[in-house]
């Protein structure tokens, strides 16, 4: 199912240089936009979604683009100098590297943020052409600020803002998340939900009402900053925050093949 071996792109200078890892399928006789994903926190481009988006990618002759953002998967780097705004350079340079014409933006969960605030970047730059759709699965819009920060127990606070760092448990995996103060900084800089939200095309939103990570409630509040462009919020009762079950990933293949 992957095409071929990963290419890297190497991304800022210096001692900030990385070299991020990235999978293209190009287009096969489709002009329908093609589609980029946008993982989360600490997840990659081989996840169950991302694979079934490349397979119905596949299937319909359209281009898609993968990768991992620093510090996830094979792309180089260390997680913790990862920020909002050091993923979003990295997501415009795969995008304008490797894409050259519309695309489908779907983002999960953190990659609802950047996919938002790589649409403020592209369009800022008179690039707004690029943008074909969105689908956000639980975006994650400034959930630094809004959904983490609230959360963490006062000696988690102290601990990042002491020590730069916290370590907690993950629900999805061995290795625990680690927040650290850079990247609570940094969120406070990219943060969308203190104004109105552009993104300059139709977006579909995909919401699990059983989402313990990002509530829908945060969800229907991004919907309420978005009254220019067209929205749709579709919300699944029993779903999780991944929202990676066989019928969930059928309702995100539908959401692409809507976006024209």
Not at 4 to 11: A, H, I, M, R, S
Request: hydrophobic residues 40%; charged residues 25%.
């Amino acid at each position: 199912m992957n095409p071929g071996e990963p290419q890297f792109l190497d991304v800022g200078a210096g001692v900030d240089s990385r070299r991020i890892a990235v999978r293209l399928r190009p287009a096969a006789g489709s002009d329908k936009p093609g589609v980029v994903w946008l993982g989360g926190f600490k997840s990659d481009m081989e996840s169950t979604k991302a694979l079934a988006l490349d397979a119905f990618c596949e299937a319909e002759g359209r281009a898609c683009l993968r990768f991992d953002y620093s510090g996830h998967g094979i792309s180089g780097g260390d997680f913790e100098d990862g920020t909002i705004g050091r993923w979003l350079e990295e997501s415009l340079a795969v995008v304008r590297a490797f894409l050259a014409g519309r695309a489908v933006f779907v983002g999960s969960s953190m990659g609802g943020w950047i996919a938002l605030l790589l649409a403020r970047a592209l369009a800022d730059a008179g690039e707004a052409g690029r943008l074909a759709g969105f689908v956000l699965i639980a975006p994650a819009v400034d959930f630094t600020e809004k959904l983490l920060w609230p959360r963490l127990p006062p000696e988690a606070r102290e601990a990042i803002q002491r020590d730069g760092r916290y370590e907690r448990p993950s629900a999805y995996s061995p290795a625990p998340y680690v927040y650290t103060r850079k990247l609570i900084e940094d969120g406070r800089r990219n943060l969308l939900l203190d104004s109105m939200v552009r993104s300059y095309a139709p977006v579909r939103i995909l919401q699990g009402m059983q989402d313990p990570d990002v509530p829908h409630g945060h969800a229907m509040t991004l919907v309420e900053h978005m009254p220019m462009d067209p929205v749709t919020l579709t919300l699944v009762r029993d779903g999780d925050h991944r929202l990676s079950r066989e019928e969930d990933v059928r309702l995100l293949i539908e959401a692409v093949e809507g976006m024209e």
